[in-house]
């Protein structure tokens, strides 16, 4: 059993490729399962990563705050404002704009700690850098929103920062608290937690997806386009950041990952729940799951052949 979750683990992105091409192709293998259940899915996976994290994780925050501080003002401004400039640049519909918008404004996605462990990054940066960006996604992730979709549609923040809390951090804290109460429990599941995670996002990227494939069909190659852009972008000012400020190579490509792999199943959520009159703004982080999973994979590829200097 641990050998197959390894193999679920170790190619998610192929899976997730194969089940959003499946949903396309074939809306009614997904259709069936309504938009509600991608919250608690996306619990389900914060659960997870509640069950993985460590009191070790939190105390690097506070031993390394310079490291931590420049990877999470990378994360909230770098990919914002290039989700903005790039619906500015391909004139993107209000409802696709504010999909991208809102990949842009989540925190960085758990799948980014396994991208940079076999990056050869440096893991302790990055899943810092993704528990501190999480706990903070409450207050800036729906204040990024207002303030760059604030003149398109109407923004409820304050529903958003709930949605977030009970999606994201309730989970989490839940959690921290079974490993901390039922240590053996939680031991004995963590090994088929990536697994599990990898086929929980696949299924939700399957979800929105089938909903929305006639929408992807028709107008769906733009949208592809913005994605690809935004992320690689990400990928490429996150690790020209460490550049510049003349970091170590491992922590280049934590920060380059971390910035680059957003929480887009996030993304999704909040769009569902927040701008139903918008269906199309579910759109952006479908893709985005799909795509950084891709481009995550080519990245580790990437970093992990070259020599650390």
């Known amino acids: 059993m641990k050998k197959i979750c390894h193999y679920i ?34 619990g389900v996976i914060m659960f997870g990563m509640g069950l993985t994290l460590s009191p070790t994780d939190f105390r690097i925050v506070l031993s390394r705050p310079k490291d931590i501080l420049i990877g999470c003002l990378a994360q909230f401004t770098v990919m914002p404002l290039l989700a903005l400039g790039l619906t500015w640049a391909f004139s993107l519909p209000k409802e696709l704009a504010l999909g991208v918008i809102l990949v842009g404004c989540c925190p960085g996605g758990t799948a980014s700690n396994v991208i940079t462990y076999l990056a ?6 990055s899943v810092g850098m993704t528990a501190t960006s999480t706990l903070l996604a409450p207050l800036l992730t729906p204040l990024l929103v207002w303030l760059m979709a604030g003149t398109m549609v109407e923004v409820d923040t304050v529903g958003m920062l709930l949605s977030i809390v009970y999606v994201v951090i309730a989970p989490i804290v839940v959690g921290l608290l079974c490993q901390r109460f039922l240590p053996k429990l939680t031991q004995s599941v963590v090994p088929y937690l990536p697994a599990f995670s990898s086929i929980a996002i696949a299924l939700t990227v399957g979800i929105v997806v089938s909903h929305n494939a006639d929408r992807l069909l028709v107008g769906g190659f733009v949208v592809v386009i913005v994605v690809m852009l935004h992320n690689l972008f990400g990928l490429g000012i996150g690790y020209l950041i460490g550049r510049l400020l003349g970091l170590a190579e491992p922590k280049k490509r934590a920060i380059s990952i971390e910035v680059g792999m957003q929480n887009s199943g996030l993304a999704s959520a909040l769009a569902t729940l927040h701008f139903a009159a918008y269906p199309l703004a579910t759109i952006p982080g479908a893709i985005f799951s799909v795509w950084h999973n891709i481009s995550g994979a080519l990245v580790a590829r990437l970093y992990s052949a070259e020599r650390n200097v």
């Not at 998610?12 to 919250?39: E, R």
């Not at 050869?120 to 940066?125: C, E, H």
Request: proline residues 5%; charged residues 10%.
């Open 9 to 42: 683990s170790e190619y998610m992105g192929a899976l997730v490729l194969a089940v959003a091409a499946v949903s396309l192709l074939w809306p009614a293998s997904f259709s069936w399962v309504d938009t509600w259940a991608i919250n608690p899915m996306l």
């Open 120 to 125: 050869k990054g440096d893991l302790a940066l």
